[in-house]
């Protein structure tokens, strides 16, 4: 069974980055055709697929927030990260990984197949 579990801190301030983990178990993130996607639901609204990063290191990006978004992964450690620059209040949200069916951009939980319980991030001063 594959599990994931999402990390880093619950509150960033206004223009700062965020620097989310991912660590995945019962499974290798290199394994062929497996792809590892952040998503976020802001409170009050639908989910929003941020990007991916595939078995071979090759990454995906929402065009909305590709200028803002890096995602890379540390084999040794089995770990997906997520970094988000220059955040403002609208970034405030729940993020979550998970491994993701093709195609990329799902923005229901149908297109996954496993994910993490997710993690708060409030951005405020």
């Known amino acids: 069974q594959v599990q994931l579990q999402e990390s880093g801190p619950g509150l960033v301030k206004p223009s700062q980055t965020l620097s989310l983990t991912c660590t995945v178990s019962?499974?290798?993130?290199?394994?062929?055709?497996?792809?590892w996607s952040w998503i976020r639901q802001p409170p009050g609204k639908g989910l929003e697929w941020m990007g991916a990063i595939s078995y071979d290191g090759s990454t995906y990006y929402s065009p909305s927030l590709k200028s803002r978004t890096s995602i890379s992964r540390d084999t040794s450690k089995n770990q997906i990260t997520l970094q988000l620059n220059s955040v403002t209040p609208e970034d405030t949200a729940v993020y979550y990984c998970a491994r993701e069916r093709l195609p990329l951009g799902g923005t229901t939980w149908t297109n996954y197949e496993y994910r993490g319980q997710g993690t708060q991030v409030t951005v405020s001063s």
């Open positions: 019962g499974g290798s993130i290199t394994t062929k055709s497996r792809y």
